[in-house]
């Protein structure tokens, strides 16, 4: 069923969400929100107020210095997963989902090893693309007439050989980039998916998805899926009563007149686990909605805009040695989507004059990551929660980071021109009751006076010290003589 390809859907939201520029009097929906805004800690009272000026501007140091260290960490720690192992788990949803489509098209209740390797060489098995597959004995597939897919058991499969013309700028020139076919194992266990029926409804079925593992390829380039039967699910609401089967095609329902009015997939507890790293998915969720306007043209614009994303999640990596936890979620409210968002002439999705549409956007990451030299890994407690409040203003409302038991707050403001792009951004950094603003151009260079000035760092008001930057060094100057580099 085309109108449901999970990961390139779920990727697509997500990407879309943090592009998004996001409109009027419409007060945000936090529903799905990871937490409240980050507050400013109580102020240390046994610091004189130099002393506050130092601190703050020390655990800026480390703060600086640890995120250099794990950044350099990460630069050569390579991709959790490999390209080929991508190809590969792409392919095995892939097979499944055609497998039973093939199915449904024709009346089949079971499909073993021996039936398939029958049909392999007819036309309709390699429309489906299916004649790359070379079942084993003990692989089967069931369907149900209410369209439940079981699939069971080992195979192999192959991702033929590939060429692709990309441009070389040095050249000036497309030049022929070709892949070598590539044959893996993947072995199914309690793979079960819901996807279609033949009832006519407004409302689709409930779509599910989940597995107990998928063990795709071998060796070093081994991957395996851990989830449970029911681990996806979705659901939507459409304005007309359809069949939703192997043929349904939400954009050529489109231009029938069908309208999404909701859908929301939620994804629970999958594990993956490839190349000494291990990840888990333990929550994530979005929600779309189609926008629609008809145009001069007499044509009718339809476009299917997430509105609603959350996400938390672990990372366990072998190397670097990292422990971490995240939380992230961005919100728009559903209304001010409809209400907001339209269309120009070209069909491209803009906000409506004098409009602009609200987002929140919540994260934390908490955990541990390891830096080279040290005994002891970097701890990392980290929360930010970021609002669009205008049209040409997007605010920090609260941001806290703990270094070494201290803790940073910083707010700040992003502004936008006309094409969304960051022309200038301003941060407050505040620690006890001491603080220096810094402003950032357009280029993300800090800002500063003729004297290379940044700021002055004051505690209550009055100024203890100057942030300087020259020749790619900044220094921290305090009103008793004394200077800290970070």
């Given amino acids: 069923m085309k109108a449901f390809k999970i990961t390139a859907l779920a990727l697509a939201s997500s990407l879309l ?17 990871t937490g409240g805004i980050p507050t400013k800690p109580e102020t240390d009272n046994s610091l004189k107020p130099i002393d506050q000026a130092k601190e703050m501007v020390n655990t800026a140091k480390l703060f600086i210095s640890d995120n250099k260290a794990i950044a350099d960490a ?186 999404l009015n909701q859908l929301d997939v939620a994804l ?42 959350a996400l938390t999640g672990q990372l366990l990596k072998e190397e670097p ?36 549409l609200p987002l929140t956007t919540t994260l934390s990451v908490q955990g541990t990551v390891s830096k080279k030299g040290a005994s002891q890994p970097i701890p990392l407690d980290f929360q930010a929660h970021i609002k669009r409040t205008a049209r040409d203003k997007f605010e920090l409302q609260g941001l806290t980071a703990k270094v070494d038991k201290k803790t940073l707050f910083i707010e700040g403001s992003a502004t936008l021109n006309s094409d969304y792009g960051v022309v200038a951004q301003e941060y407050t950094v505040k620690q006890n009751d001491a603080q220096v603003i810094l402003k950032v151009d357009k280029n993300g260079e800090f800002v500063t006076d003729a004297n290379n000035k940044l700021g002055d760092i004051t505690v209550n008001g009055k100024r203890y010290g100057e942030l300087f930057k020259s020749k790619g060094m900044v220094t921290a100057r305090f009103t008793d003589d004394t200077t800290i580099v970070l």
């Fill in 17 to 33: 969400l943090a592009g998004c520029g996001g409109s009027g009097d419409s007060t945000t929906n936090n529903t799905g929100n």
């Fill in 321 to 356: 040695s990292t422990n971490v936890s995240l939380s992230l979620s961005t919100v728009a409210n559903k209304d001010d989507v409809k209400n907001v968002l339209t269309f120009n002439e070209n069909e491209k999705v803009i906000e409506g004059e004098g409009k602009f």
């Fill in 74 to 259: 990460y630069e050569s720690a390579g991709d959790i997963v490999t390209k080929q192992q991508m190809k590969r788990w792409e392919e095995s949803f892939s097979m499944p989902e055609s497998l039973a489509e093939y199915m449904q098209k024709n009346k089949l209740s079971v499909l073993d090893a021996q039936k398939i390797k029958q049909l392999i060489k007819t036309d309709d098995f390699y429309l489906k693309g299916l004649d790359n597959l070379v079942p084993a004995d003990d692989f089967k597939a069931t369907l149900d007439p209410q369209g439940k897919f079981e699939l069971s058991g080992s195979s192999e499969l192959t991702l033929q050989k590939n060429i692709d013309y990309v441009y070389n700028p040095q050249t000036g020139r497309y030049e022929e980039q070709s892949s070598q076919a590539d044959t893996f194992s993947v072995r199914y266990q309690g793979y079960e998916q819901t996807l279609f029926t033949n009832t006519v409804s407004t409302a689709t079925p409930k779509l599910t998805v989940g597995f107990e593992s998928m063990t795709i390829g071998s060796g070093d380039e081994e991957l395996v899926v851990k989830s449970s039967k029911d681990s996806l699910k979705g659901n939507a609401i459409l304005n007309k009563a359809v069949v939703v089967n192997d043929d349904f095609d939400l954009g050529d329902e489109h231009k029938n007149g069908v309208r």
């Fill in 268 to 309: 629970n507890n999958v594990t993956l686990i490839a190349n000494g790293n291990i990840v888990t998915a333990k929550d994530l969720s979005f929600s779309m909605l189609d926008i629609t306007k008809k145009l001069n043209n007499g044509q009718e614009a339809v476009r299917s805009i997430p509105y609603q994303f």
